[in-house]
């Protein structure tokens, strides 16, 4: 099967920044787009962003000019670099990539467990 580990959460002061990361294992064939979620207490779950194979990117419009997603498509990894946090951007974070097992001849979406982002002062 796939595995998708998420690093990187913890507090911070607003202004601050964070670099969450993922890494995703198991019976690889390939990954298509990996990208990142995020949940608030009480809201619905929200994309951050997204990079696709290719590399083009896609951000939400609150995250835009101070998150940056980037992947190693070598060692199946998506990076979330974010900068100038707000309070706002609190939430559990996921990581989420569609993967193509060896077993398989589609791509299934997984998830990692969550890493929790907290700003605050």
């Known amino acids: 099967q796939v595995q998708l580990v998420e690093s990187g959460g913890g507090l911070v002061h607003p202004g601050g920044s964070l670099r969450l990361s993922c890494a995703a294992s198991g019976s690889i064939f390939s990954i298509n787009t990996m990208g990142w979620f995020r949940q608030a207490p009480g809201r619905e779950r929200e994309l951050v962003a997204y990079i696709d194979s290719g590399m083009d990117t896609k951000y939400a419009d609150s995250v835009k000019g101070r998150f940056t997603i980037s992947r190693d498509n070598a060692k199946n990894t998506v990076d979330l670099q974010m900068n100038s946090l707000k309070p706002e951007d609190t939430a559990v974070y996921y990581c989420?990539?569609?993967?193509?097992?060896?077993?398989?001849?589609?791509?299934?979406?997984?998830w990692g467990q969550g890493t929790q982002v907290t700003v605050s002062s």
């Open positions: 989420n990539a569609a993967v193509r097992g060896t077993w398989s001849f589609s791509y299934l979406p997984y």
